[in-house]
Structures are given as C-alpha cells and as structure tokens.
C-alpha cells in the first residue's frame, strides 16, 4: 500500500496525524498490504472509533515515519439512516 497525500485539511483525522502534502502512506498500525484508497478507508471506518488513537507509517523526505493521532469524532448532520 502506498497512498500519497495531496492535501491536508485543517481539521480531521490528516491533521490529527500530522500528515504533510506529499507524503506516502505505507501502513496502517503495523500492518502493510496491497489495496485501494477505499479498501483502505473501508479499514479505517470498520477498525477505528472517535477517539482511538492511530498510527500509521508514511515515507517523508526518503525516511519512514511512524505518525500517531487521535481518530475524529464523526461530523455528520444526519444520524438516522433509512
């Protein structure tokens, strides 16, 4: 899995992580496999509650980096699903 970040907001869990623009995601806690950016977000949303704490590895500047932050709370206006 590599993942390159092209953008960071603000807030959410990019910031939390202290993503940079430009950087490679390469694992998720300590694991590292083959997969799409949704297969990827799928695993973050089936694994992760607001307020865990979550680390990932990315490759910054040629060196690898383990990042560690605090999963978002969930900002969506609507809770109830039909």
């Known amino acids: 899995m590599a993942i390159k970040i092209i953008s ?18 390469v694992a998720l806690g300590s694991k ?5 950016f949704e297969e990827f977000q799928s695993d973050l949303l089936r694994k992760f509650q607001p ?5 990932v590895t990315v490759i910054r500047a040629e060196k690898r ?15 109830y699903v039909p």
Do not use: E, H, M, Y
Not at 65 to 79: Q, Y
């Open 8 to 25: 960071v907001r603000d807030s959410g869990l990019a910031a939390n992580l202290k993503l940079q623009k430009g950087d490679f995601l």
């Open 32 to 36: 590292s496999r083959n997969c799409t």
């Open 51 to 55: 307020r865990d704490t979550i680390t």
């Open 65 to 79: 980096i383990n990042l560690s932050g605090t999963f978002p709370a969930w900002k969506a206006r609507d809770t």
